[in-house]
């Protein structure tokens, strides 16, 4: 295979310079190490080891043949030879002379130019500049003269472990939850080598943990970071710190190395139960403090963290369950236990609650482990206070008539110091609300009397409030409203519930309605309203008129005969008798005034006098003053129509004679009018001429003739 690929080049390759590829020792270039310069028959000058190396390694380079290597970093006392240019062209007697361009050439390579030997006389750094390209040529020693066409190749620097691996992102941090299973993955780091990747092992990492065992591993290749225990508890350590290092040359000795930190930390899961920190709580509260004080708080401590700690609390049991209340304060992680409803020292003095505290957040990985709660006793003891009076009600509703006596009682209110000292109370009114001063309460019983007498149809409420106060104590005070309802008493007697006027016509028939009354009672009566009308004893027999009771509780008039007559009586007056139906019974005298009155045939009142009709519609001075001056107006024109009318008849006797005279004027200057047309010859107008010339000479004469005898 070699001679096969060789002679292929030769086919395609005709260079005149052959390449000896001398390699210099190096512990770190072990196949090139045995490297020796050799003198093949081809024209290449290849070394063969040179080619093998290559063709072993032609996936990565390719088929390059024409390339020399040197080692980066040497720094012997001797420039290093780099190889040796050759070529077997068959020089005669000329002498050759090789000659080095291209990149270094002279400053980092100098070439021999007798023996083509290349050195480098500086040190190369492959992380810096991995190769250089350069062109070499045989030139006639004297002419200098090319002998072939030049040839380009390239110096390649050989890579040497001189980087060390680095962590670029440490130091890092990572998170694991507590309690995880082993191996559980946590993150992973990577270190970077400028070594050549490519070539031998001066950049390939080996990763392995230096501090942090047995707590976290690595994987060697992959540097990824796992648990190494189990149930690792973050109550018990909650951070760890390792140290990883990495290491080149397969992590062999020799090999280079860096290393990080890891601070790894445990998150918290919710592996412990709530407990409180006291089996018994004792409280003592006064009994008068106000509903929604918190009177204690019981706290169970959780040794997980933010929500895993989160416990909800809750009375469990006990006698108190019904007056005691506890919520959960989620910021103190607490119990608050609360007042729900009053307490009374006299009744209970003490209580016993079972609170329970119950993480709100379990997980479910743990809760065999036991119930994630806890419970306690909270003994709570009241406290005597000393308390104002209390009234038996909250409220009282009195009833009293309004006739009641003076001084009578009216009702009682009562109170007692609840305490167990018990103080006497004493019982005033409130005066703000009593200003009329209209009750009176005994101080020692709280009976409470009538002052003033009532009156119902003044005021049916009397609303007081009633002062209770402790005698050894006044500033226990209490106060109760009492409400005094005024009942009815009937003392008023019904009348009529308007001032009625009724009017009869002279002309009406009898048992016509001329009115209808109705009565009205200041009095309150349960179930109503009820009248009975009557006309006096002696009137029963009223030859005049009658009455008749309506439904409605209201009463009409009627008249018993068509035989009024204004001229022999004006006004009847009729007194009504009305009761109401209480208990007596109480009654009065209505009279009403009946006018008798001119009507029309269909009933509507016209005229009855003056005093009957004018005053009785109840016209106003104003009205009256308005009515007159109306009547004067009508006089007014009635004057100034007969002035006018006799205007009017003047001048149309006048026009007469005007008209007349009218008449001469217009015949004497123009002409014209009906006397004229008679005397008007029509032919003239037919002809001009006639106008001029032929017109009777007379015709003014007859014409003139007229108006004397008009005259
Ligand atoms: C008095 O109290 C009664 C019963 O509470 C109530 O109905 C009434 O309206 C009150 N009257 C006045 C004037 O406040
Ligand atoms: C009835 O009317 C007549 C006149 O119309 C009168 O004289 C008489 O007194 C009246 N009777 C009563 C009771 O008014």
């Known amino acids: 295979m070699p001679e096969r690929l060789t002679e292929t080049l030769v086919d395609l390759w005709t260079p005149l310079i052959i390449l000896w590829i001398t390699l210099p020792t190096c512990v770190y270039m072990a196949p090139m190490n045995q490297a020796h310069t050799l003198t093949t028959g081809s024209p290449l000058g290849l070394s063969r080891q040179s080619e093998e190396l290559r063709i072993l390694n032609r996936s990565k380079r390719g088929w390059v043949w024409n390339q020399m290597f040197v080692l980066e970093e040497f720094s012997g006392p001797e420039p290093i030879l780099v190889g040796r240019l050759h070529t077997d062209l068959d020089p005669g007697s000329k002498k050759i002379k090789y000659i080095l361009s291209g990149d270094g050439a002279g400053t980092i390579f100098q070439i021999n130019d007798i023996t083509g030997d290349i050195h480098a006389i500086k040190r190369l750094d492959r992380e810096e500049k991995a190769e250089y390209t350069l062109t070499a040529q045989a030139v006639d020693w004297e002419t200098n003269k090319p002998l072939e066409p030049p040839s380009e190749f390239i110096i390649k620097v050989q890579d040497i472990n001189d980087n060390a691996p680095e962590f670029l992102n440490g130091p890092y941090h990572a998170t694991v939850p507590e309690m995880s299973i082993l191996g559980t993955s946590v993150t992973n780091v ?153 307490l009374d020292f006299e009744t209970k003095k003490s209580y016993t609650l079972k609170v329970e505290a119950a993480n709100i957040h379990i997980d479910p990985r743990f809760s065999g482990r036991g119930p994630f709660k806890d419970t306690a006793t909270v003994k709570i003891v009241v406290e005597d206070a000393d308390e104002p009076p209390v009234f038996s009600s909250p409220t009282y509703l009195l009833e009293v008539h309004e006739n009641a006596a003076l001084n009578s009682v009216i009702g009682q209110v009562t109170a007692r110091d609840p305490d167990i000292t018990s103080s006497p109370i004493r019982f005033s009114i409130d005066r703000h609300t009593d200003l009329e001063r209209q009750f009176n309460i005994n101080a020692d019983d709280g009976k409470i009397t009538l002052a003033t007498p009532l009156d119902r149809e003044l005021s049916v409420w009397h609303n007081i409030t009633i002062i209770a106060t402790e005698i050894r104590n006044h500033s226990q005070i209490s106060r109760v409203p009492v409400a005094i309802k005024v009942l009815d008493v009937n003392d008023n007697a ?28 200041k009095d309150d009566p349960k179930n109503g309203h009820y009248f009975l009308y009557s006309l006096l004893p002696e009137m029963v027999n009223n030859p005049n008129f009658t009455i008749k009771k309506n439904e409605d509780n209201s009463l009409s008039i009627l008249a018993k005969h068509n035989g009024f007559n204004r001229q022999k009586q004006e006004v009847y007056l009729l007194p009504i008798v009305i009761s109401d139906s209480g208990n007596p019974p109480l009654s009065s005298t209505s009279t009403l005034t009946i006018r008798v009155c001119g009507c029309s045939n269909d009933g509507v009142v016209q005229s009855c006098n003056v005093e009957a009709y004018v005053l009785p519609i109840g016209l106003s001075m104003g009205a009256l003053i308005a009515i007159l001056a109306c009547i004067i107006l009508l006089l007014v024109i009635v004057v100034l129509f007969v002035t006018l009318r006799r205007h009017k008849n003047e001048p149309l006797i006048i026009k007469d004679d005007e008209d007349v005279r009218e008449n001469i004027i217009r015949y004497d200057d123009e002409g014209g009018g009906e006397e004229d047309t008679e005397a008007f010859d029509i032919a003239t107008l037919q002809n001009p001429d006639g106008i001029n010339g032929f017109l009777p000479h007379d015709r003014r004469g007859l014409l003139r003739g007229i108006p004397e005898n008009a005259a």
């Open 190 to 342: 990577t270190a970077t080598d400028a070594d050549d990747p490519v070539y031998g092992n001066s950049a390939k990492l080996v990763y392995s943990i230096l501090e942090g065992q047995p707590y976290f591993s690595i994987e060697p290749e992959t540097a990824i970071i796992k648990t190494a225990l189990p149930n690792m508890d973050r109550e018990a350590k909650e951070e760890y710190l390792v140290v990883i290092q990495a290491k080149d040359m397969g992590g062999h000795s020799g090999g280079l190395s860096g290393t990080t930190t890891l601070t790894v930390t445990l998150t918290d899961v919710n592996d412990n139960p709530p407990k409180f920190a006291q089996s018994l709580y004792h409280f003592s509260v006064p009994e008068d403090v106000v509903l929604g004080t918190a009177i204690g708080r019981v706290k169970a401590n959780d040794q997980d963290i933010g929500e895993n700690a989160q416990s909800s609390y809750d009375i469990i049991d006990g006698d108190g369950t019904a007056l005691f209340e506890i919520t959960s304060d989620a910021q103190a992680q607490d119990g608050v236990i609360r007042l729900r409803k009053p």
């Open 494 to 521: 019904p009348e009529f519930a308007a001032e009625y006027e009724a009017f009869l016509c002279e002309n009406g028939k009898p048992g016509q309605v001329i009115q209808t009354v109705s009565a009205m009672d």
